[in-house]
């Protein structure tokens, strides 16, 4: 999937998350957590969200390396086999 | 003959706008079943009914405004006789209005003027919509009455409800250029339809209602403690590394539960102060603060939590949650928390200092888990992850030699996270 695919996944996933945020807002360096106020809930539903709709595992350790727009992305795209 | 009342669904709640019943005349009614949904100050809330027996009468019309404790219907007990007109007959003659008037049961001198018949376009009260199909239709603003359920009996699904409103997006003229001729669509008629979730400026009101009363009648006093939290986390993480995403717990299940079984060893403030005396709570139900996208804070109970174990409790604080924030919240879930819990999170402050929600006794406030510079039970110097716990007590029902109890036991259950 191209970084563009992908991008719109975590963001249909937000959707059902936090209706009001919006991902193109959200700079590649920014923390998600703190641009879209999402708490420790909302993120576990968003690695739920992806891992149910990219079929991939995303282990706990794993997590400080989704916390950027960025990183979110590039890990997303090294899972998925982009 | 029991009257199914508007409930108080907390110490702020003065009245309810009954949105839709959910059942009809002659329907049977289990304990627990959702029988109608009343818009609150805290969005729309399904509400349970706690007798078993059969709808007589509803008393109420969708859209009506009514004070707590109002008769919203009559159910009659399982195996009374029916009374004198239960259930209207099928084809209703023609009869002069005065010979409607049945004569009302002495219990309920003071019933609420029966409500005029729902204009003839409402839906039929006995229409099957699943839970997540009624809240997918206030988002969309469809009137169920417009929909062709698919389901089972005909039952309206999301999928079905999301066709309807493809369809009337569809049939809608594309909207005019011209501001001028932005003639805003007309309305529904007669279907009243709930607002998405909740109105932050009623919101506002409950909440400075309840805080206003908590601060004028309750004498609070305030401890807390700081409590290790790197056996908790460890624990934590060697659970989830064997589990996939939707089975992870978080640590605010350990929070949960730890509290619920501090309370189960210092139960006297667990529970109501009421009528200048203390009423222990019938359960450990505890209320747990969500905050609202948009503001506000709604803080349903999930029940009996010191019986659930930890994945149970992780599912039922997801689910919880996720209908606090989207409009689907019970009325037993606002109405039995016997202790309220705040817990600020992983980006929230290092303390709090809570205020309690009448006529609870006591709240317990966890602030963020923080790395700091800790001394452990050998005497060395550490790093390691943290935890303020705090406990607001309304000094009426308890005294802090008690509530220093609850801080300590929350403090050794956490210590022992296989146990929790």
């Known amino acids: 999937m191209t970084r563009d695919e992908l991008e719109a996944v975590v963001a249909d996933v937000l959707a059902g998350i936090a209706p009001e945020a919006d991902l193109a807002t959200v700079g590649e360096g920014e923390d998600l957590r703190e641009a879209l106020d999402l708490d420790s809930m909302d993120f576990l539903n968003l690695v739920i969200g992806l891992h149910e709709k990219l079929g991939i595992d995303i282990p706990e350790a794993d997590y400080p390396k989704l916390f950027s727009k960025g990183g979110l992305l590039t890990y997303l795209s090294a899972k998925t086999g982009g | 003959m029991g009257l199914f009342r508007m409930p108080s669904l907390g110490a702020d709640m003065e009245a309810g706008t009954l949105v839709e019943w959910l059942v009809k005349p002659g329907d049977k009614v289990k304990r627990g079943q959702v029988v109608a949904v009343v818009e609150t100050q805290k969005g729309a809330i399904e509400v349970e009914c706690f007798e078993e027996g059969t709808v007589e009468e509803l008393l109420l019309a969708p859209g009506q ?20 007109a239960a259930v209207p007959p099928p084809p209703p003659p023609p009869t002069p209005a005065a010979e409607c008037i049945e004569p009302r049961p002495a219990a309920a001198p003071s019933a609420a003027p029966p409500p005029p018949p729902p204009p003839s376009a409402a839906r039929p009260a ?74 932050p400026v009623e919101m506002r009101k409950a909440i400075a209602a309840a805080m206003s009363r908590s601060k004028r009648e309750i004498p609070h006093y305030y401890l807390a403690s700081t409590v290790a939290m790197h056996r908790a986390l460890a624990f934590l993480e060697a659970t989830n590394r064997e589990r996939p995403p939707p089975e992870r717990l978080l640590p605010a299940v350990l929070l949960l539960k730890a509290t619920a079984l501090a309370l189960r060893e210092v139960p006297q403030l667990n529970g109501f102060w009421i009528d200048g005396g203390f009423r222990p709570g019938p359960g450990i139900h505890l209320g747990w603060a969500i905050a ?19 994945p149970k409790l992780m599912a039922a604080l997801r689910d919880l949650v996720g209908r606090a924030r989207s409009g689907g919240l019970k009325s037993s879930e606002l109405a039995d928390a016997t202790l309220t819990i705040t817990s600020l999170g992983e980006r929230g402050a290092e303390s709090v200092l809570p205020v309690i929600y009448p006529p609870q006794v006591a709240m317990v406030g966890f602030g963020a888990i923080v790395t700091r510079p800790w001394v452990d039970e ?36 956490l210590q022992r996270p296989e146990t929790l």
């Open chain 2, 378 to 413: 050998a005497g060395g110097l550490a790093a390691r992850p943290v935890v303020q716990v705090s406990l607001a007590a309304d000094h009426r029902a308890s005294d802090g030699h008690l509530g220093s109890r609850l801080l300590a036991a929350i403090d050794d259950h």
């Open chain 2, 65 to 84: 405004k009514v004070p707590v404790e109002t008769p919203m219907a009559r159910i009659r007990a399982a195996g009374e006789a029916p009374g004198p």
């Open chain 2, 292 to 310: 609202l996208r948009g503001g506000g804070l709604v803080a349903p109970a999930i029940h009996d939590v010191d019986k659930l174990a930890l």
């Open chain 2, 126 to 199: 006995g229409l099957k919509v699943s839970p997540a199909a009624r809240r997918r239709a206030l988002e969309l603003g469809v009137p169920l009455d417009r929909v062709h359920g698919t389901g089972p009996d005909g039952a309206i699904t999301v999928a079905d409800v999301e066709s309807a409103a493809r369809g009337a997006a569809a049939e809608a003229p594309s909207p005019p250029p011209t501001p001028a001729a932005a003639v805003p669509p007309v309305a529904e008629p007669s279907t009243p339809v709930a607002r998405r979730g909740f109105d």
